[in-house]
């Protein structure tokens, strides 16, 4: 069983645990999730698209992330998550943390905080090995591509981190 550290308003673990995805958290309690964009010199960001399995937002795309365990750091969740869904390991790359941008869902047992991470190297395509069971498939965008996707309604958390494309 995972479990997630629950956080007060400021981002300070509470001492007190949740088991993943069961959304029982009080208002102004929080459970930390990561994101990590993954840049090429080129300026082409690698994404990848849901299954269409997934209950939400399946055939959408998205960078790599996930749900920090407890007890673990926000930098070490990103790369391991990174890792697991790509096969990248980014350790040593260029970037790191950016920013967090904090989400307050009132009622639904789901308040959360998300540590955004950018990780720049000239990684070789054949050094991606995605996540089959999550994804249904990849590609190395340019930033209108991404902004396309955004437009359509199928990026996730685009408005939330845009400014780590920038």
């Known amino acids: 069983m995972e479990l997630w ?42 994404i990848s698209k849901r299954v269409m399995t997934k209950s939400w937002a399946p055939g959408w795309w998205e960078v790599s992330g996930g749900g920090v ?33 904090k989400r307050d869902n009132p009622g639904e047992g789901d308040n959360y905080f998300v540590d955004v991470y950018k990780f720049i190297a000239d990684f070789d395509e054949n050094d991606v090995h995605m996540q089959e069971a999550e994804t249904d498939g990849y590609k190395l965008a340019t930033i209108d591509e991404i902004k396309e996707y955004a437009s359509e309604g199928i990026f996730l958390h685009y408005d939330s981190i845009k400014k780590v494309f920038e």
């Open 5 to 46: 550290d629950i956080y007060n308003s400021n981002k300070e673990r509470t001492g007190r645990t949740m088991k993943r995805n069961d959304w029982c958290l009080k208002d102004g309690e929080y459970h930390l999730t990561v994101l990590g964009v993954i840049a090429r010199p080129d300026g082409k960001y690698l």
């Open 69 to 101: 365990m407890a007890g673990e750091s926000s930098e070490d969740a990103v790369k391991r998550e990174i890792l697991e869904e790509t096969g990248l390991d980014v350790t040593g790359w260029e970037g790191g943390y950016m920013f967090t941008y």
